[in-house]
């Protein structure tokens, strides 16, 4: 029986999306933060629970041959916690994944050597966000520390676009020279509670400030510095009053450049404000896409529903002529951005509903050939999938962020369907989340 502080030796085998090294010792689970697969680790255990223990790692004895060996360095990354596999070499985060997935839908969903494609890896795992969330402290712009609400100052991000250094300095001078006062959570007093970078493929930059103001003091002024960057073009104040950790108000104001940024994914273009959401590495979306339409598999007159269809980029990017849309999300505003990108791409046969997928579906009456659905981390509604059922569409297709919760809602679908592909996506590279996408058939009976 181990007690805390006692000093234990062993060999990680695997790795949770945390980021924490996963070991046994006498048949005990054993997590400890800063360990890899394949090291060999002595560690200090500081929590005793009935079926695992949690270490804190005194020392690498043997180092695992999937650590690091490029030349990629972050000066932040033991503090910030936002690149929980920076680590492990980038081969072997896509293995860890693809596993990860696995494991989930067998051990989860009870499916039997499920078919999981190899996974789809980032070109480029480096500068492949296109929205930065930063915080602001004291010292600077910057992210949160792991566990906490303390930022840790950063000169620049090897995740964020590559002007993130450059947009990180001039905003601290701004708020410098300014004297803008910072939010605090305690208080609810202070001016200042973050700034929203968000950057298209040419290098357009937005920024946007959230305040806990109506206004921001020099605020033109403010804009006409920025947009004297080569790469800004617009400057936006979200308005943000509200107690809690919510990151933006209902209220987003224009205060200098353009209105919208713009984005090419496979053909079609969308338009990006400081609220719509658009996937964060936009050259591995248009992968995910493309994965979609493949198993989508639409010809001329059939009819697909896209539920969850936030601002409409799916339905969107797989919709040809001759197939009718019906996208179903319950953000009013993303609806209405999905109908602004839809008129925007020439669709003339596309809808756009606002409400909950397992309320609007009946309502909406059609008879849909392919169901897409591409819910939030806690997976579907139960209704939802038992709505499906009932349905009989012949063809579902799932893009997931989260494999615990895909893996529970495919158990539920599985009576009635077959799973044909599944294909994870890496779109976060340096993290240890994954996307995948799964082709459902409908069995005949």
């Known amino acids: 029986m181990y007690a805390k502080n006692d000093k234990i030796q062993t060999l990680v085998t695997d790795m949770t999306s945390t980021g924490e090294g996963v070991s046994k010792a006498d048949g005990m689970t054993v997590f400890t933060e800063g360990a890899v697969p394949g090291d060999k680790i002595t560690s200090k255990i500081v929590a005793v629970k009935p079926n695992y223990l949690k270490s804190e790692l005194i020392s690498i004895d043997e180092e695992s041959e999937d650590r690091r060996k490029d030349q990629a360095v972050c000066t932040y990354q033991k503090q910030c916690g936002g690149c929980p596999f920076f680590d492990i070499d980038y081969s072997a985060q896509l293995r860890l994944k693809e596993k990860q997935v696995r494991d989930a839908l067998e ?80 208080t609810h ?55 809690g950790n919510r990151i933006l108000g209902a209220e987003n104001r224009l205060i200098g450049g353009e209105e919208y940024l713009t984005e090419k ?61 019906t996208g179903i999300e319950i953000n009013p505003e993303s609806v209405e951005d999905a109908k602004t990108n839809a008129e925007l791409n020439g669709l003339t046969d596309a809808e756009f509903l606002a409400g909950k997928a397992e309320v609007v579906v009946p309502e909406a009456g059609g008879e849909p050939d392919c ?37 529970r809602d495919l158990k539920i679908l599985a009576g009635d369907y077959t799973i044909e592909k599944v294909q994870p996506v890496d779109l976060f590279p340096q993290t240890g989340h ?4 799964v082709l459902m058939s409908r069995v005949d009976k």
């Open 107 to 186: 051990r989860i969903g009870g499916f039997e050597n499920p078919p999981v494609e190899p996974i789809v890896g980032a070109a480029e795992p480096f500068f492949y966000r296109n929205k930065a969330q930063y915080k602001v402290g004291p010292d600077g712009l910057g992210f949160y520390a792991k566990g906490s609400h303390d930022v840790v100052p950063t000169a620049t991000c090897l995740t964020q676009p590559k002007n993130s250094g450059r947009i990180i300095s001039l905003i601290n001078s701004i708020i410098k020279k300014n004297k803008l006062s910072l939010y605090d959570e305690k």
């Open 189 to 243: 007093k202070g001016l200042l509670r973050g700034i929203i970078q968000r950057t298209n493929r040419e290098g357009k930059t937005m920024i946007v400030f959230v305040v806990n103001a109506k206004r921001m003091p020099e605020e033109r002024a403010i804009a006409d510095k920025l947009l004297k960057d080569s790469d800004i073009v617009s400057v936006y104040v979200n308005v943000n009053k509200a107690k």
């Open 265 to 325: 994914l496979g053909g079609r273009t969308f338009q990006i404000s400081p609220s719509s959401f658009f996937q964060v590495n936009t050259a591995q979306t248009e992968v995910l896409y493309g994965i979609v339409k493949e198993y989508a598999d639409l010809k001329s007159g059939e009819e697909v529903y896209d539920l969850y269809c936030g601002t409409g980029t799916i339905g969107i990017y797989i919709a040809d002529d001759g197939i009718k849309l």
């Open 371 to 407: 169901v897409i659905l591409d819910p939030p981390r806690k997976g579907c509604d139960r209704s939802l999938l038992e709505l499906l059922l009932e349905m009989k569409t012949p063809r579902i297709v799932y893009v997931s962020c989260n494999p615990t919760t895909l893996a």
């Open 434 to 437: 994954v996307e995948t996408v």
